[in-house]
């Protein structure tokens, strides 16, 4: 009986045995199995979508349907408003180097641009802007891709560079919204819509604070702006200039010339009798010797605004069309009814 009992109990832990031996042998089959589902579950990132914000840009630039794939990560800017408005949208990380200063960069904006190379005190040679190896080039002015600039944009397309010309600054008669426009590209482009939105929301409201202040002006002033020029004057014509102008409660005496910029002779300056004279300081003329020449010329004497000795001094930089509008309205406004920014 022992024996059978004893042979019954080797064979029930036998069986137990095979039993447990079974269920750990298939334990990993199980466990894979679960492991590919909970696999085939997770999301697989090396085949995610493009995100939207890099879907290629395609916007119309010098008269070019330019196609921005993606956000250019090497630019390289050519004249001093469109540097600013780049380093004012925070993107001095996506800068290999900018040129052509007008005038001191903005002092809110210095610690950015210093981070910059200057490649160049004008425009660079093709030379110099290839080593800098730049996958996008924005120009303030034609001239920057002209022969004395860096090239046309089409030779820039043929070498795999992208550009952007300033529309603003290249076209007849721009206003502050066509400024907007260009900050909005230039968002566009480098994929950050919603800074450019906040920069342009915070211009606006620094020129609605000036224009507040200035309230109605009943008859504007006559406004001439003397650029250069000493046999005969360079002035503002139809250009953004007179846009500000306008803004600021004057008018632009030689708004009816249908161009940006014009010669024009200084006994039509006489015949236009100006209020005020507005000289733009650049240049290889300090803004004393331009504001001596108009005071001492002999022709002028008569006119209103040199009998009043009313001369407003306005730099390039700010009457460029770029992130500086809201300064530039404010000194011509101020300078055209100082009484009402008492």
């Known amino acids: 009986m022992k024996r059978i009992l004893g042979g019954f109990w080797i064979a029930a832990i036998m069986a137990v045995m095979l039993i447990v031996s079974a269920c750990g042998s298939a334990a990993p089959n199980n466990t894979d199995s679960k492991t590919g589902a909970e696999q085939a579950a997770k999301p697989d990132t090396t085949k995610t979508e493009q995100p939207a914000d890099n ?26 408003h469109v540097t600013e408005i780049m380093l004012a949208l925070g993107l001095a990380d996506k800068m290999v180097g900018t040129a052509y200063l007008d005038d001191q960069i903005l002092p809110e904006l210095k610690e950015a641009y210093d981070k910059v190379p200057v490649l160049s005190d004008k425009y660079p040679n093709k030379e110099v802007l290839m080593a800098a190896n730049p996958d996008f080039v924005y120009s303030g002015w034609k001239s920057g891709f002209g022969d004395k600039g860096v090239g046309s944009m089409e030779d820039l397309e043929k070498a795999g560079i992208k550009s952007y010309l300033q529309e ?11 400024v907007f426009a260009d900050i909005q590209n230039i968002g566009k482009i480098f994929r950050v819509e919603d800074k450019a939105n906040e920069v342009i929301g915070k211009m606006k409201q620094e020129m609605d604070q000036t224009v507040s202040k200035l309230g109605n002006v009943d008859k504007p002033l006559q406004v001439f702006v003397y650029d250069s020029g000493e046999d005969n004057p360079f002035t503002a014509a139809n250009n953004y200039m007179t846009s500000l102008i306008k803004m600021a409660g004057g008018k632009n005496v ?22 005020v004279i507005v000289v733009v300081d650049y240049g290889d003329k300090t803004v004393d010797q331009k504001k001596n020449l108009l005071l001492t010329k002999r022709e002028l004497a008569d006119i209103p605004a040199i009998q009043n000795k009313r001369l407003i001094i306005l730099p390039l930089s700010a009457a460029s069309e770029g992130v500086r509008a809201p300064i530039a309205l404010k000194i011509l406004a101020e ?6 920014f008492k």
């Not at 290629?56 to 800017?77: D, H, L, Q, S, W």
């Open 55 to 80: 879907k290629p840009v395609t916007i119309t630039t010098n008269g070019i349907e330019m196609t921005y794939p993606e956000a250019p990560k090497r630019a390289v800017t050519l004249n001093q």
């Open 168 to 178: 603003s600054s290249n076209k007849p008669g721009p206003t502050v919204d066509d």
């Open 254 to 275: 030689f708004d009816d010339i249908q161009k940006g910029w014009a010669e024009v002779s200084w006994e039509e300056v006489v015949n236009r009798k100006p209020d």
């Open 335 to 340: 300078g055209f009814y100082p009484d009402k």
